[in-house]
């Protein structure tokens, strides 16, 4: 099944991005979250403060009674092929918080799959019982199929992409740019003002460093990134792991100062944030992974020296040895707060989706502004 | 483990119906979903009229957070040992519906059995924790068996058959039933007028076409079919998978009318319904489904043309080759109602048992009528 | 995976158990339910008494929502590695009674550690998520470790130890304990009398039965039983499957009275409890099940006749030849109550955790005395 599966990936349309875009962003339909070119600055920015709030009330069990009701009426299913212990939690985290109920599929020998049933039906059937289809697959395009699929039925719901192949994952670029955004703001200035509309990212220098081409989180992080003028992007990896020339492209046509590099140990004194990952053996069919050294694409305990005071340290997790865990005792360490913070922008996106994100802003205001 | 299991059924007791309808209907003990059997006609009516109720006041944000406080004080336990999604998750969203919570266990490996513990001390546990047992179950008579087991607890709960063995899915035939009548009925009248007491069912030609012999769902529904005098059967399989002599007997006794068939093509144009099923490979231990024309018991795009215009077509899902997926967009179409008409009808099962059907009425009086 | 972590215990620091209960009971940071040496006898008494007003509330439909809006707030993870359902549903039954919210990982496959993840991250990943992690592991030590990681986290959370290793299993040991209780207390008095205050353990003689090696609920009512003077403790089992030396110098060094035996058929007669446990296979690497006598430590329907009519017949379940399923009628069998008494008590102890007793104790005083 997994074999077959594979071999007939939903190949994107091929259309251009804005068409893509959007089929996915229709009046009369519902909004699906599938690529991050849908999100526009304004449409980031929003969030990133609606996460902020959703933050803020949560801090309270009022505010958290008050987030629960709020779609306590709406059901969401997770279909949850690839495995994935961190965006799932995220997501069902996310779920309680906005007080939404949920269903899972992890697996599918527990499936109707097993009796021959297509994947596209499991999709239908699930649409008959929830009102919103959260989907991680091994296949590139597969949540952006749904999306086309759902627009069909006669009662369309939303579907958001939590991964698939190794395309896209936006809303781990939603939560990535929030930590970058809360990093470089600082501390918080009073409640009131609107944090997230200035460009703090202008003269930043980001290091995106280890396997870029196979690390879908990178490709979706650097597509918000455009919307930032100003800002300078570094992709430091391995020649045979750079990032994709369709990004590159996308990156120059925004305008973006960008620099390739193959030796984190270089550059680290100049980053103001720098973004690791993991060389992903998983995705490893060529045995490329073999003759890299790894220590170029490290971020080591002895290096800590060179950091610049405000550095934000980031990863997507799960790390292995490119990150030493001696560096979580830092304060420039933010990748225990990345976790945290995909949990906030995951509900505010939900929120948003359904429409609450409304009667959230009402309520900050109402309790939470002096 | 499945072996044992499988090589010693719970032999359903060799009494007759009625007795066994008794045991499962006890005034001093919880009322157990078991058989189709159990479902007099008033019974049905008044059920399909709940699910309606249940499905107009989940409607809106606020009938839903009504119905969701209707059983939170209950908890449910859903034991699927066999692999089931589309009967998982309807349950599932029952219970979430009317509030009530749950657990699951669904794969014997992370249970205790692992240690040597016998199911009935599984069960005996369950009852502990939970109000309310929904069990499926590759044996046939276990769901019935755990009745009996339950009836002995000093706190007795209810249990529900999700499908034991290849004997009876109750609740299947009552979304099917609930799922007939409401196309029957046509477009619905005012909301004040009880729609299910008349007998839209007489006069009307329903067809069972596939493997007639060990879809259980078939045999559920045909028992309640005997419940509207009037009603026109036709049983269309290869002769091998033919419907079950007790079924035909029971179908006789009540005085329905009923021919047996082997080619769907030359019946579709006289049927009002059409109940197809899928050849279930994984029972195939003989090997019947091998010399099998297939397209005798396949609905196909080239048949459209004869369908009349009031067609109901249904299937309990999965399909496979006997459903053409290009049906799908036609108004005869029923079979992902269907999904969906599930859920409402094992809501308001779960309501009655639990008693809170009243409350359902009283509300439903009190804001949906005019 | 697991061969590597089996092979690397994490020890319990090698300070005497003073030192390590002070390390679990820190007033800066959250309340980890790890040892039963962290429980006196005065904190015992006051769980056992919250665990039956919990019960009484969640009699009704209007006391449930009450307890259930208690931590509506709060989420828990349940990292469930070990096999086990009783437990697991035990604790998210506990968790739905007082309102809580849970996630749960089961299966390494599902996670990252399948990329390479290591447990640690894993678990802090959880407290970004979570509110409470409740733990059930393979390793000895594992729940005490992740206490001390946890400690050292900016967000510090609470942890359960549902069971780590050989070692101890604190909340069985309190449902143990409460279920003694109410067995030797009798028919419940006044509801306004505190009940759980009485020495009721003092000249009562408690007989353990089976594999006390490798028992940890064994283990960890000892400690507890310690803290009631007069009890006395029998401890019957195959010499090679004895009490730990650990736990009879414990035993002596509080003054409690203990009798090592082998053959439960002459002791019987003499005891008001016998808490049977089953022959652990799974732990058995070096065979030495192979060799015992099973009937001299079996309670048989045989000796049904030797039973004082006050005994009260304890097991922790899974059960297998050693407890006969006929003595499941008799009113000294107490073992099912014990699996609900379970739910109760895991209830009261989260409560207790996040500080929601007081709550309780008002509600109870308000509505439920005399």
């Given at each position: ?178 930590t970058l955004?809360r990093s470089f ?21 980001i ?64 980053c103001d944030a720098v973004y ?34 405000s550095l934000a340290i980031m ?17 420039q360490a933010k ?36």
């Open positions: 099944m997994t074999q077959t599966l594979q071999s007939q990936p939903y190949a994107p349309p091929p259309t251009d991005s804005a068409h893509r875009v959007a089929a996915l962003n229709r009046n009369d339909k519902p909004f699906h979250v599938v690529l991050a070119q849908q999100f526009d600055r304004t449409t980031v920015d929003q969030l990133c403060q609606l996460a902020d709030m959703i933050r803020s009330i949560g801090g309270s069990r009022q505010g958290n009674q008050f987030l629960s009701t709020l779609l306590s009426h709406r059901r969401a299913m997770l279909y949850f092929i690839q495995p994935s212990t961190r965006t799932f939690l995220s997501f069902t985290s996310a779920c309680q918080i906005v007080g939404m109920r949920y269903g899972e599929v992890r697996d599918r020998s527990t499936s109707s799959e097993v009796k021959g049933e297509s994947e596209d039906d499991t999709i239908r059937t699930f649409s008959q019982y929830f009102d919103l289809i959260i989907v991680r697959h091994p296949m590139e395009g597969f949540a952006e199929h749904v999306a086309t699929m759902l627009n069909e039925m006669s009662r369309p719901i939303p579907v958001f992409n939590a991964g698939s192949g190794k395309d896209q994952h936006p809303t781990q670029a939603m939560l990535d740019i929030y955004y703001l600082g501390p918080q200035g009073t409640r009131s003002e609107p944090r997230y509309s200035r460009n703090v990212f202008a003269g930043k220098t290091a995106f460093v280890g396997d870029l081409k196979r690390g879908r989180t990178v490709r979706s992080l650097a597509y918000l990134l455009c919307r930032y003028p100003g800002v300078r992007l570094l992709f430091i990896s391995p020649p045979e792991l750079g990032i994709g020339e369709d990004i590159l492209d996308y990156v120059s046509r925004h305008g973006i100062e960008y620099e390739l590099g193959n030796d984190l140990r270089k550059h680290i004194g100049e690791m990952t993991r060389l992903q053996d998983e995705h490893d069919v060529a045995g490329e992974s073999k003759k890299i050294d790894y220590y170029a694409y490290s971020l080591t305990y002895e290096m800590a020296g060179q950091f610049r005071p990863h997507p997790l799960p790390r292995r040895h490119e990150l030493d865990p001696r560096l979580d005792a830092l304060p990748y225990w707060a990345q976790v945290r913070n995909g949990m906030w922008m995951r509900a505010a996106l939900i929120a948003s989706v359904f429409n609450v994100d409304v009667a959230i802003r009402d309520h900050y205001q109402a309790y939470y502004t002096f």
